[in-house]
């Protein structure tokens, strides 16, 4: 992937994606995250009770698929799995 990379730490990609309702469409500004490369593990530093009475966040991002020839790759958003099991068009 382009972008952060040598001695920036990043987080590329976090599952289970926010958009399926995933731990992390729950975590808001200002919450303090623990990421450990090493173990594979994202876990928000606060009080989990409330954390996970949280309302998920949701965006309604259809305006983002349109322009820049994005409305050809339509079919594989609406096909393509989730990135911990592949992110595959494929079944």
């Known amino acids: 992937m382009s972008g952060a990379s040598g001695k920036v730490p990043a987080a590329i990609h976090v599952t289970p994606e926010a958009s399926d309702g995933g731990p992390i469409s729950k975590i808001r500004d200002g919450d303090i995250i623990r990421v450990d490369a090493e173990a594979g593990t994202l876990m928000f530093l606060g009080d989990e009770r409330e954390f996970f009475a949280r309302t998920p966040a949701t965006e309604d991002l ?3 698929h349109f322009g820049m020839g994005r409305e050809l790759f339509a079919g ?3 096909l393509v799995g989730t990135a911990d099991r592949g992110a595959s068009v494929f079944g």
């Open 62 to 64: 259809r305006r983002e």
């Open 76 to 78: 594989f958003r609406a």
